[in-house]
């Protein structure tokens, strides 16, 4: 009985959290997420398949390098706090100030990085060739 009221209670929570913010919130850390977001209307390039789980622990980068919820100019997330789609902040079409639009914010996060690393001699992932992230576009 108490199982159930349990289990019952996460499905009206759960429900609850996706139709009430309208987009994904989830806490724990995916191992392989292939990033298509819906918030784009049409797609000049194909999904990109991104090993999530990989980044954070075999090359060693905190969840903050790239989940953030500012506050007063701060990053406060923390790990375990539930993470937001980027889209929930960056508008498809426009950006608005600070907050680039969808698709700079995911370049300036991943090829960023990569460009920071190549620069400092280290190893570091596709900074150019499309392909390199973006599968071919069925
Ligand atoms: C190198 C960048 C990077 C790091 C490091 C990172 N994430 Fe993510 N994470 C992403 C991106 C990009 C997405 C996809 C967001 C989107 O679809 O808009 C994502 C999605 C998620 C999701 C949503 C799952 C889903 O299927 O949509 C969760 C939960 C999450 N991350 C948790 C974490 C946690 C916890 C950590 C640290 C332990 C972490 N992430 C580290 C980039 C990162
Ligand atoms: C809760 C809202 C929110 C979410 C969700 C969000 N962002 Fe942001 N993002 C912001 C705001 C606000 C700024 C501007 C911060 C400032 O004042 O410099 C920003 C800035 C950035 C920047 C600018 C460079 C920097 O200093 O970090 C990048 C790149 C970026 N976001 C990428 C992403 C990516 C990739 C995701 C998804 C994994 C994401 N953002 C999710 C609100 C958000
Ligand atoms: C804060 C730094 C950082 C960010 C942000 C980041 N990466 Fe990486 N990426 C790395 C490092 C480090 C490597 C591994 C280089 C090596 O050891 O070979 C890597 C490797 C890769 C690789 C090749 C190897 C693999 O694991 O697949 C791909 C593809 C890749 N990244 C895609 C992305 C995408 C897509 C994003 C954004 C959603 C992203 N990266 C964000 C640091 C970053
Ligand atoms: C380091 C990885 C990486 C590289 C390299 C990269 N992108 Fe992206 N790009 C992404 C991610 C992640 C997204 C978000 C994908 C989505 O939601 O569909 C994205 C989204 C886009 C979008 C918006 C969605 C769409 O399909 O219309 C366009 C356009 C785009 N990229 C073009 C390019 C072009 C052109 C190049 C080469 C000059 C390139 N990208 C190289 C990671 C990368």
């Known amino acids: 009985m108490k199982k159930r009221i349990l289990f019952l209670s996460t499905v009206i929570i759960s429900i609850a959290l996706f139709t009430g913010a309208g987009i994904l919130i989830a806490t724990d850390c995916p191992d392989e997420i292939s990033i298509k977001s819906d918030a784009f209307t049409k797609y000049k390039k194909g999904a990109v398949k991104f090993s999530h789980g990989k980044h954070h622990v075999d090359y060693k980068l905190a969840c903050t390098e790239c989940h ?3 506050k007063e100019g701060k990053n406060t997330y923390k790990e375990g706090d539930p993470v937001q789609k980027c889209s929930a902040c960056h508008d ?5 100030g600070k907050v680039k639009k969808l698709m700079l914010a995911y370049h300036k996060n991943c090829q960023g990085c990569h460009k920071q690393l190549e620069k400092a001699g280290k190893k570091a992932g596709p900074t150019r060739k499309c392909n390199d992230c973006h599968e071919k576009k069925k």
């Open 92 to 96: 498809a079409v426009k950006s608005k």
């Open 68 to 70: 953030h919820v500012y």
